[in-house]
Nanobody, 118 residues
Framework: QVQLVESGGGSVQAGGSLRLSCAASGSISCMAWFRQVPGKEREGVAAIDSVGSTNYADSVKGRFTISRDNVKDSLYLQMIRLQPEDTAMYYC???????????????WGQGTQVTVSS
């Protein structure tokens, strides 16, 4: 069982930046970020495998960067030029194959809230 703990959420104004972190209790190949707004379906944001191959949702390409530190078993999401539509609960997820946003992830964190005001 892998436990995931997110941090780094908060409130920012439009155009601002935030960096989310996710600490895993063990090493795992595929990790990803998802987000969800109440009343809407969960949306895949970005995924990364153990060798650094990434895929992103079209809505965040060019603004968000996913990365990982395999030594620290940590996952990151650097978000720039944030917009109000990025407001959501962001979840760290891990354990999927193939490693893409359409896969079923086995492990999930509790989430960290990101709020972007206009």
């Amino acid at each position: 069982q892998v436990q995931l703990v997110e941090s780094g959420g908060g409130s920012v104004q439009a155009g601002g930046s935030l960096r989310l972190s996710c600490a895993a209790s063990g090493s795992i190949s595929c990790m990803a970020w998802f987000r969800q707004v109440p009343g809407k379906e969960r949306e895949g944001v970005a995924a990364i495998d153990s060798v650094g191959s990434t895929n992103y949702a079209d809505s965040v390409k060019g603004r968000f960067t996913i990365s990982r530190d395999n030594v620290k078993d940590s996952l990151y999401l650097q978000m720039i030029r944030l917009q109000p539509e990025d407001t959501a609960m962001y979840y760290c997820a891990a354990g999927a194959w193939p490693c893409n946003l359409g896969a079923t992830f086995r492990y999930w964190g509790q989430g960290t809230q990101v709020t972007v005001s206009s």
